[in-house]
């Protein structure tokens, strides 16, 4: 089990092995799950890559509360536990094909072979802990495919109930999609740089109205990512814009240009390609996404149940530290 503590998912990422991390004193064997030990040195480096992961999705990168990630962490290993028993139990396991496969794409996850082999080395892992490791993990998947996740069912009526409860979801506002031309102006900017800027987007509305396709003069001076699309910005709805902007956008008229428009941002010319009218999404239109939805609603809600039920049914012993 060890390997994939590091490995986070696969080897797409590496745990840190900073040694500071204040962890208390870990026994050599943090519990028992049915009389298998979970040792400490697998707490340990769960505690590592999970702290790891929440400080970098917390806000300001803040470190976790340590006594709350020990609980995580232990009823996290608990969990593998308990599922990797029922795996063997059920003599649930991945085709060694499947298993290969699996390895080579960790092997190019982590930048080939090479690049693998040093990745272990730094941690004191070996490529058959491992494989060892991949192929739990998969057994694990496998079981909860089979006991739980293929179990569970939606029907045309629960959907249909979830659309017409909740319709707030499925309405679209009013949209326009256009493009734009825009000539930069730093803030700060000397009345003479606005006077250039303001010169240069006034003789591109020239060469427009004198017949040059607008995303041609675009591509060619647009000083923004989308010039590459000719000024295309897509389809946008109300408060996604600067509202300089879009109060012009939603006035004009498909197949317009405006006049000159300053925003914060600088000069823009802006062509409206299209509009589409503010709606609610038929039922027909979004019943495969609201089946989705409720699906893997039911199947949290199935895992957490079968879970909690092996547990019940397990001796877990936990060691106070």
Known sequence: MGALLFLGAWGVAMASEDKSEKQGDVPKVVAKVNGKSISGEEYKKLFKQMEASQAQQGPGGQVPDPKALKEQVMDRLITIEVLSQRAEELKIKPDPKELDQKMEEIKQNVGGEEALKEALKAHGISLQELRADVQRSMSIQKLLDQEVFEKVTVDKAEAKGFYDSNPQVFRIPEQVRARHIVIRVKQGASEQE????????????????????????????????????????????????????ENVAFSLEKGKVSPVVETQFGYHLIKVEDKREARTLGFEEVEPKIEEFLRQKKGEESLRVYVNGLKSQAKIERASF
């Open 194 to 245: 606005k006077k250039q800027a303001r010169a240069e987007i006034e003789k591109a509305a020239e060469r427009i109205k004198k017949g040059e396709p607008f995303e041609n003069v675009a591509r060619e001076i647009s000083q923004d990512g989308s010039a590459q699309k000719g000024g295309d910005l897509g389809y946008f709805s109300r408060g996604q814009m600067v509202p300089e902007f």
